[in-house]
């Protein structure tokens, strides 16, 4: 609240993660906290700001793999590192987008992205 000193006369109040976008639909609040990969910011009514004041900390995603399935699949790790850095917040508001509204498929929208990426043959 400091770093953008907003007017809000009642200062931030909580909400379900599932209910922001609801919310804003139906102008129940005029502004959300909200992860900047979140499929529905791709459509209706609503602009993604940008942080210049890191008033907000960063959502790195990272992978988390349990040490049987590395041992497992032993290409696994080699795989998974060549998606270091491909994947934008960008790309992954698309993909998120395609799954959450679209109902796309996961496991298919996740093929397309990688084979348009060249890390699937």
């Known amino acids: ?12 109040k909580g909400m ?14 005029s502004m ?4 900047a990969t979140d499929g529905p910011l791709m459509s209706g009514d609503v602009k993604l700001l940008a942080d ?9 995603a990272a992978l988390v793999v ?31 987008y395609q799954v959450d509204v679209g109902r796309r498929p996961p496991t298919q929208a996740a093929r397309d992205f990688l084979r348009e990426a060249g890390l699937l043959r």
């Open 1 to 12: 609240m400091k770093a953008y000193d907003l007017p809000l006369a009642d200062g931030p």
């Open 16 to 29: 379900e993660p599932g209910l922001l976008y609801k919310a804003l639909a139906e102008k129940q609040v």
């Open 32 to 35: 959300v906290a909200v992860r």
């Open 52 to 60: 210049d004041k890191k008033g907000f900390p960063p959502g790195q």
């Open 66 to 96: 349990r040490a049987d399935v590395l041992a497992r699949y032993p290409g696994l790790r080699q795989a998974l590192s060549e998606l270091s850095g491909k994947i934008s917040d960008t790309a992954i508001r698309k993909l998120n």
